[in-house]
């Protein structure tokens, strides 16, 4: 009898720790999640080009209501919101004209940048006008800037951002691979073409995510919500050429921002 009252004394008290702490959790998850302020900055792939519907406002920096940084303020309904991503930006543009929303109580800042620095579009422009050997030379060339003197560039505008918004939560978004290998393209460039390319866009992040990890900001990875949907590989989420409208080639359809970078940086943010 008696380790039975003793028993059952110790289980109202286990209970009564379990009800109190379940209360107490339940009333924590009562409470309203605290809104951010959330600042956007970047290239083409965070203002949203080859997504549409641009913004008449932002000009030539491209920006979209289509692109995942606005999808994402859409949708979680931030306290403030400031998409200053602009279409060819390279790290000397965003230090220069695009970190002016950032403080000291900027909350969350999102970023995709080095592509353009690292000569995305003479690549591109290369390898589809000119020889395979070019080709394969001009993306030697690009590799060889990321390993040399991208990581000094990238260091200068993360630098800047942390200094600006010291307590903010930094997601760095990389680049896709372009496209499916022995996919079902029939023209354009050669395989081994396209695997360069790739494995430069590879490289591009390794790099970029290092240098991400190295000032304490988060890095999204974005090339395994692209797979099975490169270019080649029948359910693209990227422009291949495009001769009416050569300023989005290479880049996510909305689909791509919604269903590839969108998820990405929910999850990193």
């Not at 200068?156 to 903010?168: E, L």
Request: charged fraction near 10%; charge should be neutral; include cysteine.
């Amino acid at each position: 009898m008696k380790l039975s009252r003793i028993t059952a004394f110790s289980s109202s008290l286990l209970l009564g720790a379990v009800l109190a702490l379940t209360g107490a959790a339940s009333a924590q998850a009562a409470e309203p999640v605290a809104a951010v302020d959330y600042v956007a900055l970047g290239d083409s792939y965070s203002s949203g080009v080859g997504a549409g519907s641009y913004d008449s406002s932002s000009g030539n920096c491209k920006r979209t209501p289509k692109a995942y940084p606005a999808l994402w303020a859409a949708a979680h309904s931030p306290s403030t919101f400031a998409f200053t991503a602009c279409s060819g930006a390279r790290t000397g543009d965003v230090t220069a004209g695009q970190l002016g929303p950032l403080t000291s109580g900027t909350d969350l800042v999102s970023i995709s940048i080095g592509g353009n620095d690292a000569g995305f579009v003479d690549v591109m422009t290369t390898c589809v006008l000119q020889s395979e050997a070019t080709c394969l030379n001009r993306v030697a060339q690009a590799r060889s800037f990321v390993d040399s003197t991208l990581p000094g560039n990238l260091n200068s505008v993360y630098t800047a951002i942390r200094s600006k918004a010291p307590s903010a939560r930094v997601v760095v978004l990389g680049y896709p691979r372009f496209y499916q290998l022995n996919g079902n393209c029939v023209v354009g460039l050669s395989e081994n073409e396209r695997a360069a390319i790739n494995a430069a866009a590879d490289h591009l992040n390794l790099v970029t995510s290092k240098r991400a990890a190295d000032h304490g900001f988060a890095f999204a990875d974005v090339a395994g919500a692209f797979t099975g949907h490169e270019i080649c590989s029948g359910s693209a989420w990227l422009h291949s050429v495009n001769w009416l409208n050569i300023g989005e080639s290479y880049h996510p359809t909305a689909a791509g921002q919604s269903g590839g970078y969108l998820p990405a940086f929910t999850s990193a943010a």
